[in-house]
């Protein structure tokens, strides 16, 4: 069991940046797959950005060269830097992890509330 929890978001105007944070509540060493998802109001939870444990990087296109997810194993943390923030970037961004054998184990922080205002 691990417990996630973001911290970061907040409110800027179009083009600015902000960096979100994910904190473990445990050692992410073993971690296969930690992730960035958010959901916008009535739309569905959608995927944004993904680090593997060796460190690869995968984006949505929506997002890609905007957004870097890093991961930093000492401090049992993931981050996910925003930087030309658009309106359509406004959601709840959720933190997730994936462990275990066929990524058996998923978990989900309690979001963070990312707002852009044109």
């Known amino acids: 069991q691990v417990q996630l929890v973001e911290s970061g978001g907040g409110s800027v105007q179009t083009g600015g940046s902000l960096r979100l944070s994910c904190a473990a509540s445990?050692?992410?060493?073993?971690?296969?797959?930690m992730g960035w998802y958010r959901q916008a109001p009535g739309k569905e939870r959608e995927y944004v950005a993904s680090?593997?444990?060796?460190?690869?990087?995968t984006y949505s296109d929506p997002v890609k060269g905007r957004f870097t997810i890093s991961r930093d194993n000492a401090k049992n943390t993931m981050s996910l830097q925003m930087n030309s923030l658009k309106p359509e970037d406004t959601a709840v961004y959720y933190c997730?992890?994936?462990?275990?054998?066929?990524?058996?184990?998923?978990?989900w922080g309690q979001g963070t509330q990312v707002t852009v205002s044109s």
């Open positions: 997730n992890v994936k462990y275990g054998s066929d990524l058996r184990y998923n978990h």
């Open positions: 680090i593997s444990s060796r460190g690869t990087t």
């Open positions: 445990r050692s992410i060493f073993s971690i296969n797959l």
